[in-house]
C-alpha cells in the first residue's frame, strides 16, 4: 500500500475498455505518468499465465511503444494500476485537434512508427489485438508515437462493472478472421489494424465503418471482394460465417475511396 504513494493523482486522462487512465507524477522524479485502473475480475486473482505476460510486457522496451512502468495492486486485490509513461495525446484526439495532422510526411512518419513497435511486439511473440487511433499515443512536439495496451487483451478482461458496459468497443479496425470468429489467428490481425488507421489518416474518415459485425464484414467484403474457400481454405468452417453471404466482386483499389490520391490531387495537397 506504501507504493502508491510514489505517485500523486491528478487529472483524469479518459476511460477505456478496461477503466479510468488518471495523469499522475512521481513524487521523487516528478516524472509525468499516466495510470490505468484496471479490473480482474477472476476470485483467484492474475493467473500464472496472465502475471507471466505482464512480466513480459514490462520487458518490452522500445521506443514506439509505451513503457509499463510499475504495477500496483490494490488491497483488495479487485484492481489492478498500470503505471504508464505519459503522452499528449492520443491519435483520434490528434487527428481531431492538431490541423498539422493531414500532413503526408506526418503521416508516413507515424505510420513507420507504428509499425516499428508493432514489429518489435511480434518479434517478441506478443500480439497487440486492439489497434486503433485510441491506442496510439502521440507526443506531439516530436511527432513521436507510442503504442499502448500492447498485449493486455489477453491480460485483463474488460471490465465488467457498472460505468463501463455501455461504451461501445470500436470494431472499425478489426481483422475479418476475428470478425468471423477464427478460433486461431496470427499476428496479421495487428497489420490489418495499421492497415485501416494508415487509410484513415489519409482519407479523414474510417476505411470501414459499422457499428456491429456482420455489418462491418459486409462493408470489407464490398470493397475488398467477399472471399470464398478458394482464397481461404478454413472459412467454410468458422463459426460466423455464412454461405448466405452477399457475393461482392471487390472493387479496384483506385476505387475504394481515397486511398491512393488521385493524379495531380497529392494528399499532401489538401
Ligand atoms: P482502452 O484501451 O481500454 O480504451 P486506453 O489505454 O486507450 O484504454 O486509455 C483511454 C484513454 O486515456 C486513451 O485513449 C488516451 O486518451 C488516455 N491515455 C491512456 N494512456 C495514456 C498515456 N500513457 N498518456 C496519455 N494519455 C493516455
Redesign the pocket.
Known amino acids: 500500500a506504501l507504493q502508491k504513494y510514489k505517485y500523486i493523482k491528478m487529472g483524469q486522462?479518459?476511460?477505456?475498455?478496461?477503466?479510468v487512465?488518471h495523469?499522475a507524477v512521481n513524487r521523487e522524479t516528478h516524472e509525468l505518468l499516466?495510470i490505468?485502473k484496471v479490473a480482474h475480475s477472476s476470485e483467484y486473482g492474475l493467473s500464472d499465465s496472465t502475471i507471466r505476460e505482464i512480466s513480459t510486457l514490462r520487458e518490452l522496451t522500445h521506443e514506439n511503444i509505451?513503457r509499463l512502468k510499475d504495477i500496483i495492486a490494490t488491497v483488495n486485490g479487485q484492481h489492478v494500476h498500470l503505471v504508464?509513461?505519459?503522452?499528449?495525446?492520443?491519435l483520434?484526439?490528434y487527428l481531431d485537434t492538431y490541423p498539422q495532422a493531414s500532413e503526408i510526411g506526418r503521416i508516413k512518419s507515424i505510420v513507420l512508427q507504428i509499425l516499428r513497435g508493432v514489429r518489435h511486439a511480434h518479434m517478441n511473440s506478443i500480439m497487440h489485438r486492439?489497434l486503433k487511433p485510441?491506442?496510439v499515443?502521440i507526443g506531439v512536439a516530436k511527432n513521436q508515437v507510442k503504442i499502448?495496451?500492447f498485449g493486455l487483451a489477453r491480460c485483463f478482461l474488460p471490465n465488467a462493472d457498472r460505468a463501463y458496459t455501455e461504451r461501445v468497443v470500436t470494431l472499425y479496425y478489426r481483422a475479418p478472421e476475428l470478425l468471423l470468429g477464427a478460433p486461431t489467428y496470427t499476428s496479421a490481425v495487428d497489420l490489418w489494424s495499421v492497415g485501416c488507421i494508415m487509410a484513415e489518416m489519409v482519407n479523414f474518415e474510417p476505411l470501414f465503418k459499422a457499428d456491429n459485425e456482420i455489418g462491418l464484414l459486409f462493408h470489407i467484403f464490398e470493397k475488398l471482394g467477399t472471399p470464398n474457400k478458394d482464397v481461404w481454405r478454413e472459412l467454410p468452417g468458422l463459426a460466423h460465417f455464412s454461405d448466405q453471404f452477399p457475393s461482392f466482386p471487390g472493387k479496384p483499389m483506385q476505387e475504394v475511396r481515397g486511398i491512393w490520391p488521385c493524379p495531380g490531387q497529392g494528399v499532401g495537397a489538401r
Open positions: 486522462l479518459g476511460s477505456g475498455s478496461y477503466g487512465v495523469k499516466a490505468k509505451v504508464l509513461e505519459f503522452l499528449d495525446c492520443d483520434r484526439q486492439d485510441q491506442n499515443l499502448t495496451d
